[in-house]
Antibody, heavy 118, light 109 residues
Framework: EVQLVESGGGLVQPGGSLRLSCAAS????????MNWVRQAPGKGLEWVSY????????HYADSVKGRFTISRDDAKNSLYLQMNSLRAEDTAVYFC???????????WGQGSLVTVSS | EIVLTQSPGTLSLSPGERATLSCRAS???????LAWYQQKPGQAPRLLIY???SRAAGIPDRFSGSGSGTDFTLAISRLEPEDFAVYYC??????????FGPGTKVDLK
C-alpha cells in the first residue's frame, strides 16, 4: 500500500525556518517525481515545488523561490522541504504528493500544518 | 502563464442528481495533463480523473471527465452522499509547473 507521511510542521515566528519531511513507503520511491502542495486555511491548493527522480530537475513556485529548498534522500525513501525566511502568508497545510506519468498527483500525504506567527 | 477558472463556485444539489462542473483554461492545454481531484474537509485531495477522461484507480464509474483545448468537464452522474465535497481541476505544464483551479464546492441543497 502506498503511504506518504509528512512531519515537521509547527508554529514558527516570521523570519524563522522549518524543515518538513515526507516518508514514503509501498512503492519504489527513487523512480518517482515528487511534489509539495500547500493549502492556506480556507483556501485552495497551491503548488510549491517539484523534484524529479534522481534530483535531476527542481522547480519552485515564484512565491517561494529563493526561500524554500526541496530535496530527497532515496536511500531513506524521504522527501524534504527546507523553508527559510518564513512569512505569515506561508501559513498552510503542506502536502507531499507522488506524481504519475500524466502530471497528476496520484497519492498524497495527510498534510502537515505550518503556522507562521509571532 | 496558464490560469484555470472553475464554474460554478458552488453547486447546490440533492443526492441522486447529476452534477456538471466546468474547468476553463486561459489558453489551449494538452488534455494529457489535465486532472480532477476531490477534497473533503480535513482530508488530502484525492485524484479522480487524469488525462482529462481516465478514472483513477478505485474511482466509481459515476465520475467521468471530458473536454479538450480550453474547456473541460467533470460529471457526476448520480450524486451519492459521500460526493459532497470540493472539486479542483489541475494542469501540468510550464511556469508554473502545476496550476490548480479555485475549486467548485458541491453542497447539499
Amino acid at each position: 500500500e502506498v503511504q506518504l507521511v509528512e512531519s515537521g510542521g509547527g508554529l514558527v515566528q516570521p523570519g524563522g525556518s522549518l524543515r518538513l519531511s515526507c516518508a514514503a513507503s509501498g512503492f519504489t520511491f527513487s523512480t518517482y517525481s515528487m511534489n509539495w502542495v500547500r493549502q492556506a486555511p480556507g483556501k485552495g491548493l497551491e503548488w510549491v515545488s517539484y523534484i524529479s527522480s534522481r534530483s535531476r530537475t527542481i522547480h519552485y513556485a515564484d512565491s517561494v523561490k529563493g526561500r524554500f529548498t526541496i530535496s530527497r534522500d532515496d536511500a531513506k525513501n524521504s522527501l524534504y522541504l527546507q523553508m527559510n525566511s518564513l512569512r505569515a502568508e506561508d501559513t498552510a497545510v503542506y502536502f507531499c504528493g507522488r506524481q504519475d506519468a500524466w502530471g497528476s498527483l496520484d497519492y498524497w500525504g495527510q498534510g502537515s500544518l505550518v503556522t507562521v506567527s509571532s | 502563464e496558464i490560469v484555470l477558472t472553475q464554474s460554478p463556485g458552488t453547486l447546490s444539489l440533492s443526492p441522486g442528481e447529476r452534477a456538471t462542473l466546468s474547468c476553463r483554461a486561459s489558453q489551449s492545454v494538452s488534455s494529457t495533463f489535465l486532472a480532477w481531484y476531490q477534497q473533503k474537509p480535513g482530508q488530502a485531495p484525492r485524484l479522480l480523473i487524469y488525462a482529462a477522461s481516465s478514472r483513477a484507480a478505485g474511482i466509481p464509474d459515476r465520475f467521468s471527465g471530458s473536454g479538450s483545448g480550453t474547456d473541460f468537464t467533470l460529471a457526476i452522474s448520480r450524486l451519492e452522499p459521500e460526493d459532497f465535497a470540493v472539486y479542483y481541476c489541475q494542469h501540468y505544464g510550464n511556469s508554473p509547473l502545476f496550476t490548480f483551479g479555485p475549486g467548485t464546492k458541491v453542497d447539499l441543497k
